[in-house]
């Protein structure tokens, strides 16, 4: 068969597989005004009592499950609900409080948006129970797991700015992150060769569609888990891997990341930040806007594609199918060595 024919049918079989894992048509975005009213509203802990959302083009209310409401302008700077869906909805507007809070009305009283960041702040943050260096000092002299069994040799691949498409934003090496002080000495990402070459197979089906992978973290040192296990509070465990059982990523084999804009290379919005420790943080979280749950959609789409698995906890950290394979691994970075002609570290 002619190179020519071969090229077309090739493209022909990449555009479909980039169509496949479309979840549905691109919805348009939410008005920017009703983006300063989205969001959860009062309960506590994980528990939501109300929350305000984007879908199909209108702005809706939902209380404790038990249906939705239609909200509409009532031209004074604030929302009521078109109809009620339940008598403690009844009189339900959305307003600004004096001191501009935006607040959701339930009967007689006024529940605030929960403000999962920082004003101000663009990441998600937690006050550490010890110092970041006391936690570091103890967590260097600790020792991983001792695990049995044979595992597969660790084949460590660098993902890296040469990657057409592929880009890094390596939090944990800044104090842009949610400890608010850097844990690895350099920002660079590696992941097992299947998992690399996996992730690379991702970014191909996606760059047709126009987006590209911002990668957060991959291969994390035994010893960062342990400082980020020590260092969260008993109620944020559940976002941050146990060092007695280790973490996949101290395996290599998973992997945070997100999509950002081939076009303008800004980062997609998505319902939740990363790394926040919140109900938005759940791969089926109902809140935020049409556009951002099909971004997120299109990102487990995309990755599941190619054997990754998303945490119940975590839209952006994927697990690759492999995992079980490999060891726990405790190197740091400045300690694998690199070949920059065959992007691997050994």
Known sequence: MPLTLLALFAGSAFAQSS?????????????????????DYGGTGDAILCSV???GGELLLTCAGKGEARLESNGKKGYSA????????????????????????????????????????????IHPVRPIEELRKTALLASPPE???????????????REPGIRLDIRYATSNDFLGAPVYSQARAFLERPAAQAIRRVQETLK???????????????????????????EGKIFVADPAQGSRHNRGCAVDLTLYDLASGKPVEMPGTYDEMSPRSYPDYP????????H?????????????????????????????????????FENLGFDPDAGRAH
């Open 19 to 39: 169509v496949s894992i479309l979840p549905g048509p691109k919805p348009a975005d939410a008005p920017r005004e009703w983006k300063n009213w989205i969001g």
């Open 53 to 55: 959302f984007e879908r």
């Open 82 to 125: 078109a109809s009620p869906i339940n008598p403690q909805t009844a009189n339900s507007p959305l307003r600004r409080d004096l001191n501009g809070v935006v607040t959701l009305q339930i009967g007689d009283v006024q529940w605030p948006r929960r403000d999962y960041i920082g004003e101000g702040d663009e990441v998600f943050r």
């Open 147 to 161: 695990e049995t069994g044979s595992f597969s040799k660790p084949d460590l691949l660098e993902l890296g700015p």
């Open 208 to 234: 047709p569609l126009g987006y590209g992978l911002l990668i957060h973290d991959a291969y994390r040192p035994w010893y960062v888990t342990k400082i980020f296990w020590d260092a969260t509070p008993p």
């Open 287 to 294: 809140g935020g806007t049409s556009l951002e749950r099909w």
């Open 296 to 332: 997120r959609d299109l990102l487990r789409r995309a990755m599941e594609s190619e054997g990754f698995t998303v945490y119940e906890a975590e839209w952006w950290h994927f697990d690759y199918r492999d995992w079980k394979a490999y060891p726990i691994l405790n190197v740091p």
